[in-house]
């Protein structure tokens, strides 16, 4: 009788004590207002710019279904601990706008360990309107490949409906067969011309009777009548210098042919185009012929693998923003990227009268971000030196000034317009204000505007840290006459990408963005920052 006695009074007081806590408000933080570092992690999915929920994407293989009237992007799904042996296999998503994702889940499986197949490697899809066929030309990756077998070969696997798919087991494309490397024979990309389909693979020559590839890389050019055989045409082109290039695409806008491809070269590491008015022309363009004078870069270094798609209409590039590790902003390298994959960036490609390419925001963002967040200063530095006027939402700046503004969210849209007082003027907007170093100093994430003569480029820097990141710059851009910068930059929780101008794309990698303080900064020269938005999903 006591036990029970004792049970009924202590599960009354454990409800009394659950009532009470309920009754209690519970503190909340005031966004607005707070100047203070938050520890915010990542949303389990990305809306904007996809990551599976569960590791991350590499090399993507864009498809628009004619169909479903819809793209497809396939990629190679990354796990934080790959099987050894056997690993990436395509998985996918789908959408129609660009801007919002479904997922499909793994298309095409790895082979087994001892398969050619066991890892697969980037490649493209295309649809055969005569067949009603779908096939998927991707790198068959073998695991510890004896002398007598190759490392790497194209390969292929067909489907009626997308879903289920078929891999043709007796279907090889051989480097060996052709005098081209059997280690590096990759990333196979097909497009549609008069006299048929044609094919361009990145490799290496291998001579016959050696067993050592040459320093410079080539495309290989294959064309086949109905993609079923193929006939090899001989180098598409040499690679430039000692570069090995790989993703390549080959595709016509307007009156002019392009090659896009990622240059994995460690120094560059960057996604570029060549272009000419015929393809024997855009085949002749890697002597090099650079299209303008930033060698035809598209991105900075946090977007790699970059692979396009078309509707007829628009062409969209995906390619990847790399995780880092440790979510450590500052784990960068000047000389290669530490960590392979991460997160699918997407840009439209869009085309100058001259032919020059460049990379702009995905339209439907507009129609996705569309809730007005109020721009508010909670912190201004140089105000009281004469350094720093606001009047009417226009920030007028000299040098060492800045307006920090409240805390964003995981979604943000923000757009300004930015004047410079000389083409010499330095200035920068940064990220996660609010966070400590060790000898408390507030320590956060910029990225600057610095001129170089007649150019700039984007210095990235840990402010109060590590300083200068080397391996976060971007391309050098030309300072506009009116030294007026029309910027736009889109967040999705750690990923950040920002357009200036229509001549500057620069991705980035900044973790705890989201829930955190952001600031303007004028550095050196003056500054003035007007019509400030900022909208949120």
Same mark, same amino acid.
């Given at each position: ?24 408000? +519970? ?8 100047? #203070?570092?938050?520890? =915010?992690? !990542?949303?389990?999915?990305? $809306? ?55 997922? @499909? ?22 649809? !055969? ?16 490949? /004896? /002398? =007598? ?14 879903? #289920? ?11 060996? !067969?052709?005098? %081209? ?24 020559? @291998? ?8 320093? !410079? ?22 690679? *430039? ?16 042919? %392009? ?13 570029? %185009? ?15 012929? &650079? ?10 270094? /946090? ?13 969209? @590039? &995906? ?7 440790g979510k450590d902003n500052t784990d960068i390298s000047a000389d290669a990227e530490?960590?392979?994959?991460? $997160? ?19 339209? /439907? ?41 409240? $805390? ?7 757009? @300004? $317009? ?66 007026? %910068?029309?910027?736009? *930059? ?5 990923v950040l990408v920002m357009y200036i101008n229509d001549v500057l794309t620069y991705? +980035? ?26 909208k949120q999903y």
């Amino acid at each position: 009788m006591k036990t029970i006695q004792i049970v009924s009074i202590l599960a009354m007081s454990a409800l009394m004590l659950t009532g009470c806590e309920q009754s209690i408000p +519970q503190e909340q933080k005031d966004w607005e207002n707070a100047t #203070t570092y938050f520890n =915010a992690s !990542d949303e389990a999915t990305s $809306t904007t710019y996809y990551i599976p929920s569960a590791g991350s994407a590499g090399d993507p293989l864009p498809f628009y279904d004619p169909v479903a009237k819809e793209y497809k992007i396939l990629y190679l799904h990354n796990f934080e601990q790959n099987q050894e042996e056997t690993f990436h296999p395509l998985w996918g998503i789908r959408t129609t706008d660009c801007a919002t994702y479904s997922p @499909m889940g793994e298309v095409l499986p790895t082979g087994l360990a001892g398969e050619q197949d066991a890892a697969l490697g980037t490649g493209c899809v295309v649809y !055969d309107e005569s067949e009603k066929l779908y096939y998927i030309y991707y790198t068959g990756e073998r695991y510890k490949p /004896a /002398a =007598a077998e190759d490392r790497q070969v194209v390969m292929r696997a067909t489907s009626t409906d997308f879903q #289920t798919w078929t891999k043709d087991r007796l279907f090889r494309l051989r480097g060996g !067969d052709y005098g %081209y490397s059997t280690i590096n024979f990759r990333d196979p990309y097909i497009w549609r011309m008069d006299d048929g389909w044609h094919m361009i693979v990145a490799t290496k020559p @291998m001579p016959a009777g050696t067993k050592a590839e040459e320093k !410079d890389g080539c495309f290989a050019e294959f064309t086949s009548p109905d993609l079923k055989t193929w006939t090899h045409k001989g180098k598409f082109s040499k690679m *430039i210098w000692d570069r090995f290039l790989e993703c390549p695409n080959v595709f016509k806008m307007g009156d002019w042919w %392009y090659l896009t491809y990622s240059d994995m070269s460690s120094f560059e590491r960057r996604v570029h %185009y060549l272009k000419g008015h015929t393809i024997d022309e855009l085949k002749a363009a890697t002597n090099p012929n &650079w299209p303008d004078s930033k060698e035809g870069a598209l991105d900075g270094r /946090a977007f790699y693998a970059g692979n396009t798609a078309s509707d007829g209409t628009d062409r969209y @590039m &995906w390619g990847w923003c790399p995780e880092r590790r440790g979510k450590d902003n500052t784990d960068i390298s000047a000389d290669a990227e530490p960590k392979w994959g991460g $997160t699918l960036v997407v840009h439209k490609l869009m085309q100058r009268e001259d032919g020059t390419l460049y990379t702009a925001a995905v339209p /439907a963002f507009e129609q996705k971000y569309t809730k007005a967040k109020e721009v508010k200063a909670v912190r201004k530095f140089g105000e009281e030196e004469g350094n720093l006027t606001i009047a009417d939402g226009t920030y007028t700046m000299k040098a060492y000034s800045s307006v920090v503004f409240s $805390t964003l969210g995981y979604h943000n849209h923000i757009c @300004m $317009t930015a004047t410079t007082t000389d083409k010499t003027d330095r200035f920068g907007i940064s990220f996660v204000r609010g966070t400590r170093n060790e000898e408390g100093a507030e320590k956060y994430y910029s990225i600057m505007v610095c001129p170089d003569g007649n150019n700039n480029y984007i210095r990235f820097e840990e402010e109060q840290g590590k300083w200068e990141l080397k391996g976060g710059g971007s391309y050098p851009f030309a300072i506009p006459a009116d030294r007026t %910068y029309h910027i736009d *930059i889109y967040t999705d929780n750690s990923v950040l990408v920002m357009y200036i101008n229509d001549v500057l794309t620069y991705t +980035q990698r900044i973790y705890n963005l989201q829930r955190n303080g952001w600031s303007v900064n004028c550095y050196e020269g003056g500054l003035t920052v007007k019509d400030i938005q900022i909208k949120q999903y």
